[in-house]
Every structure is written in structure tokens, then in C-alpha cells.
């Protein structure tokens, strides 16, 4: 049972560097996010989708892209790196969001260094 | 203001022994939800229990207790019978209505360490 799963798990990219994260479902949610966790910090939203061909920003959404062509994946693009996004990067999903109960399933991270 | 506090930084507890780690919230809607997630040190996020605003029980799963106090806006999660596998990094988070969907906001995080 994968249930959530992120690629690369690490990545050491130099400022002005793209690269893009993948991030993979198999429990046909409709819902998927992408968070960024910073030490002392809890997880803060960069982009959200509702649903495959949509995209939604969250709080902290400069310098990053989303697409979500297939209702399983849900990439996060940095086009141009830069030192502050490093970070560990979570993606999760969820069943319909209209009920609050519905908990988010996580992946397991990518830790992503800018040098 | 939309937030949660979890102002311990770090707690520690024997092996077999109860602890509460607290959870403090804000928020002015009457429709929200409360997570608990435990990340331990290999990185991953994993669901522990849930408990709505109109829930007039506590919560229970397993070992897990959800503290729900909402006059006071806490929500402190209990974990009894302390294991050596509990030691991780804790979560609390709110779920809250926002535009079309439920954003999810997390508090700081606590570190719990089991001692045996």
C-alpha cells in the first residue's frame, strides 16, 4: 500500500538551478497539497488542487509552480532556486475537502537544499 | 487571528508512564476541526486522531486521547502508556472552512522523548 509518494526523496540544487518534485497517489483522492516545513516552524501551504486540471495557491506560494494534469500526480516546480526554499517539502492528499474530518495523508518528504 | 499554539517545545516521559501535550487554538468560526499528527525522526507526517467542534465526546484512538476543552480553546492530546516508539515530533493542527476548500493550519510542533 503506497498511499503517498514523493520524489526525489533528497536534492542539492545551486541558486538559479530548476528542478521539479513529483509527487505520486493511489488512493484516488481528489485533493492534493504541497507544504513546506522549516525548523521551528509547522507546515505552511504553498499551492493546493481541488482536482486534476486545477490549481490553487496557499500562503506561501512565490517562486514556486504546480500542475496537476493527472488526477494522481501533483508536481511543484522552482523555476529559478534560491537559498530561502530551502526546506523539507511534504505533499499530501485527501478525499473531498467539503468535510472537516477528512484527514490528509502525507508523503514522506523531500529535503531540498539550495547552496 | 487563525492559529495554534503548542508552547512546549519539548517534553520527556518514562516508559509506561501517561503525558498530555497541549494544544491551544484560535479562531472565530464555529465550524472547525482538530488534528493531531505524529512525525517521527524518518521524516513522515502520520494521522492520529481527529476532533470536530460539535463532537461533545473526547476522542479516542488506541493509546491516543484528544483532550477537548472548547470554552478554553484547548485540544491537548494525551498519550497513555508511554512507548520507546512514541518519541517523535507532535503535531497539532485546525481544520478551517476557507474559499471552496479546508485549509489545514499547523501548530509549531512539540518533541516528545521516552525515556526507559
Known amino acids: 500500500n503506497a498511499g503517498v509518494t514523493q520524489t526525489p526523496k533528497f536534492r542539492v540544487l545551486k541558486t538559479g538551478q530548476s528542478m521539479t518534485l513529483l509527487c505520486a497517489q493511489d488512493?484516488?483522492?481528489?485533493?492534493m497539497y504541497w507544504y513546506r516545513q522549516d525548523p521551528g516552524m509547522g507546515l505552511r501551504l504553498i499551492h493546493y488542487?481541488?482536482?486534476?486540471?486545477?490549481?490553487a495557491k496557499g500562503e506561501v506560494p512565490d517562486g514556486y509552480n504546480v500542475s496537476r494534469l493527472k488526477k494522481q500526480n501533483f508536481l511543484l516546480g522552482l523555476e529559478s532556486a534560491a537559498p530561502s526554499q530551502t526546506s523539507v517539502y511534504f505533499c499530501a492528499s485527501s478525499y473531498r475537502n467539503d468535510e472537516l474530518y477528512q484527514p490528509q495523508h502525507f508523503g514522506d518528504g523531500t529535503r531540498l537544499s539550495i547552496l | 487571528a487563525q492559529k495554534i499554539t503548542q508552547t512546549q517545545p519539548g517534553m520527556f516521559v518514562q516508559e509506561k508512564e501517561a503525558v498530555t501535550l497541549d494544544c491551544t487554538y484560535d479562531?472565530?468560526?464555529?465550524?472547525?476541526?482538530l488534528f493531531w499528527y505524529k512525525q517521527p525522526s524518518s521524516g513522515e507526517m502520520i494521522f492520529l486522531i481527529y476532533?470536530?467542534?460539535?463532537?461533545?465526546q473526547n476522542a479516542t484512538e488506541g493509546r491516543y486521547s484528544l483532550n477537548f476543552q472548547k470554552a478554553r480553546k484547548s485540544a491537548n492530546l494525551v498519550i497513555s502508556a508511554s512507548q520507546l516508539g512514541d518519541s517523535a515530533m507532535y503535531f497539532c493542527?485546525?481544520?478551517?472552512?476557507?474559499?471552496?476548500?479546508?485549509?489545514?493550519?499547523f501548530g509549531a510542533g512539540t518533541r516528545l522523548a521516552v525515556h526507559p
Open positions: 488512493m484516488n483522492h481528489e485533493y
Open positions: 488542487s481541488v482536482g486534476e486540471g486545477t490549481t
Open positions: 476532533q470536530g467542534s460539535y463532537d461533545e
Open positions: 493542527a485546525m481544520s478551517l472552512p476557507s474559499g471552496g476548500y479546508n485549509k489545514l493550519i
Open positions: 479562531t472565530s468560526d464555529q465550524s472547525y476541526g
